[in-house]
Structure formats: C-alpha cells, structure tokens
C-alpha cells in the first residue's frame, strides 16, 4: 500500500545509511547540547520529534509509529529527511 501510493505521487523510498546515523551522532557529540538543540530547531516540527525519538531517545520505528499515530515508513522518512538536513547544516558551520 504504501509503495502504491509513493508510486502514484512519484516518490522514491527513502533510507537513512548507517554512515548518516554516524555523522549526525559524531556531529552531536562533537558540537555539544546547545547547538544541537539549535539545530534540531531549525527542522520542521514532524521531523524533529521524528528524529528526537529516534537517534537522541533510541526508540524503534515501529514504536514511533505507534507513538506518532503514521506508519513506519513515514517514521523513516522523516528521519531520513532530518537527518539529511542536520548533515547539511553541521558540514556548513564547519
């Protein structure tokens, strides 16, 4: 159902790589609690509680889905998203 409908909106699935995960994680590490908290700011709201559940909390995709009330595709999709434009936004500042 859901690759159905990414179809007809023309969409391609989205997957977050193990070496994004990293890079964001080393960047949180590296920039302290303070500029990370800016940046999560900067995320549109769905994908920063997306991301906030996921990287910082460690909770399941499945478990954000539940939490979030969407599927787990979506949960992906936004994480992978945000986590894209947290990757942007710490290789500026550098």
């Given at each position: 159902m859901e690759s159905e409908a990414r179809e007809l909106l023309r969409m391609q699935a989205i997957h977050v790589s193990e070496h994004t995960v990293r890079s964001v994680e080393r960047a949180v590490?590296?920039?302290?609690?303070v500029v990370v908290e800016q940046w999560l700011t900067s995320l549109p709201e769905r994908e920063r509680e997306a991301i906030r559940l996921r990287?910082?909390?460690?909770?399941?995709y499945a478990r954000i889905a539940d939490e979030l009330g969407c599927s787990e595709a979506v949960v992906r999709q936004r994480v992978s998203r945000g986590l894209?434009?947290?990757r942007r936004t710490a290789t500026e500042e550098r």
């Open positions: 590490l590296e920039s302290g609690d990287v910082l909390d460690e909770s399941s894209s434009r947290l």
